[in-house]
């Protein structure tokens, strides 16, 4: 990759890009959780001493650009990612190790793909981190409202071995993706940094489904 002021003026480029694109979704995808995201990586690859900080910051940034549920459809999300790294100008090495992070990342249902660099590592962990928690929390029912699902449906069973279909598609609500998916991000991290990074996030997240669940109950 070339100098550092060239690069530092493709990042500022792609900052510009990502506000435009997603700065105020609704749905817990917006600029502030890609900043985290970028953020968390960067603490991650200084925790692990590992990894090219600048291709994970760019694929941080980009990760959600291409994203299907957030696209009209998955090849609608590969173009806009594919013009836009065109667009900047970036050699084939990086926009081949970019999109290898940002296609290979994804939960897909707890289904997803053996990840090719310590980069992906990395970027998947940051982005994981921001799924749980407070802020996890937060989001997750930003999501479920957008997607039309019930905060909490009792007698919806807890979905296990997805296919991707069915974790896009299937009928759930937002409580049951905290056992479907959240709650399973801890034990999926692949750093050491990140796993102690998640380790509040994830207790403070049981204590609220405790919490939540004495207060349905009328405990």
């Excluded at 690069?7 to 890009?17: L, Q």
């Excluded at 897909?108 to 982005?127: F, H, M, R, Y």
């Excluded at 807890?158 to 991707?164: D, G, K, V, Y």
């Excluded at 692949?190 to 049981?206: G, L, P, S, Y």
């Amino acid at each position: 990759m070339k100098g550092s002021a060239v690069v530092e003026k493709v990042i500022a480029e792609i900052e510009r890009y990502v506000k435009k694109e997603m700065g105020e979704d609704p749905t817990g995808h917006d600029w502030h959780h890609v900043d985290r995201v970028r953020k968390n990586a960067l603490i991650i690859a200084d925790g692990e001493a590992a990894g090219d900080r600048n291709i994970i910051e760019m694929a941080a940034l980009l990760h959600d650009i291409p994203d299907e549920k957030l696209n009209d459809s998955a090849e609608a999300g590969r173009r806009k990612l594919d013009g836009f790294l065109e667009s900047l100008g970036l050699d084939e090495t990086s926009k081949q190790k970019i999109n290898d992070i940002v296609y290979s990342i994804s939960f897909k249902g707890g289904n997803g793909e053996t990840l090719p660099s310590i980069e992906a590592k990395i970027v998947q962990d940051a982005d994981r981190l921001d799924a749980i928690g407070a802020i996890g929390i937060a989001r997750a029912f930003a999501f479920g409202g957008k997607k039309g699902q019930q905060i909490h449906a009792p007698n919806l069973g807890i979905r296990e071995n997805m296919t991707l279909d069915e974790y896009r598609n299937g009928k759930s609500s937002s409580i049951n993706h905290f056992y479907e998916k959240l709650l399973k991000l801890k034990g999926l991290m692949n750093t050491e940094t990140a796993i102690k990074m998640a380790e509040e996030r994830q207790v403070f997240m049981k204590a609220f489904l405790t919490q939540f669940e004495r207060e349905w109950d009328c405990l």
